[in-house]
């Protein structure tokens, strides 16, 4: 049984895409072991014309970080970039305004990872966007 976490913030805009678009994260965490984590980042438009923007996630693991700011080392990711085979194969949606699209991506915390309280982010098209928070 999948247990919501804290859902977290919303950007309206960012220093590397465009500002109408918005991004909102929120993850889900079983509360034993393992534990897997399903994160779904929104990603909206909220400007008044059309958007493209990449579908591609290979590369951007989940990442858990020990403070709610979200910098530093991260403690723990879903999986190694390096050790993953990205196609490029270039992937896009079209956004008209108000429509969105959702990226999900899934990862299992292994035993390992110390006690403690994290704090989950994905890195979507440029913006590392907070995804909510977990205990251990």
Do not use: H
């Not at 493209?52 to 723990?76: D, F, H, K, M, V």
């Amino acid at each position: 049984m999948l247990f919501p976490v804290l859902a977290l913030a919303m950007a309206c805009s960012n220093s590397t895409g465009p500002s109408n678009l918005s991004f909102e994260g929120r993850s889900t965490v079983s509360p034993t072991l393992p534990m897997d984590v399903r994160t779904v980042v929104t990603v909206r438009n909220i400007g008044d014309k059309t958007t493209r923007i990449s579908t591609i996630l290979c590369g951007q693991p989940i990442r858990a970080y020990t403070t709610a700011e979200r910098n530093g080392a991260w403690a723990w990711q879903s999986y190694d970039p390096a050790a993953s085979a990205c196609l490029s194969i270039a992937s896009f949606v079209t956004l008209a305004p108000g429509d969105y699209y959702d990226f999900v991506e899934t990862g299992s915390i292994p035993a390992s990872l110390p006690s403690g309280v994290y704090y989950l982010a994905i890195n979507i098209n440029g913006k590392l966007v907070a995804a909510g928070q977990f205990a251990k």
